[in-house]
């Protein structure tokens, strides 16, 4: 069993930044790859960063490449989305979600195991 909190989320003024945090219990997200989704009003849940049991591998949407890193704190059992040049379109509740039958993130949603509650960012025009 996983158990996975978010938290960081808030308000924040187009063009600034955000660092979310998710940490987990019950596992380690050294064991498994492990991704960040986000889901915006009316819209689906997608795919934003992942990365891999062995840090050695990212991925990144399109719409985030650039602007956004994900990364690990083994020691700490978390894991990090540092979101700078926020913008509007970024708005979204934000979801954490670990994949325990694979060791490299995928961007579908429905390879994931365990969620976290989400964190609401809100960017602002």
């Known amino acids: 069993q996983v158990q996975l909190v978010e938290s960081g989320g808030g308000l924040v003024q187009a063009g600034g930044s955000l660092r979310l945090a998710c940490t987990a219990s019950?596992?380690?997200?050294?064991?498994?790859?492990m991704a960040w989704f986000r889901q915006g009003p009316r819209k689906e849940r997608e795919f934003v960063a992942g990365?891999?049991?062995?840090?050695?591998?990212?991925d990144y949407a399109d719409s985030v490449k650039g602007r956004f890193t994900v990364s690990k704190d083994k020691e700490k059992n978390a894991v990090y989305l540092q979101m700078n040049s926020l913008k509007p379109e970024d708005t979204a509740v934000y979801y954490c979600?670990?994949?325990?039958?694979?060791?490299?993130?995928?961007?579908?949603?429905?390879?994931?195991?365990?969620w976290g509650q989400g964190t609401q960012v809100t960017v602002s025009s």
């Open positions: 990365i891999s049991r062995s840090d050695y591998i990212t």
């Open positions: 979600a670990v994949d325990v039958t694979r060791m490299v993130p995928t961007r579908n949603k429905s390879d994931y195991n365990y």
């Open positions: 019950g596992r380690t997200f050294n064991e498994y790859g």
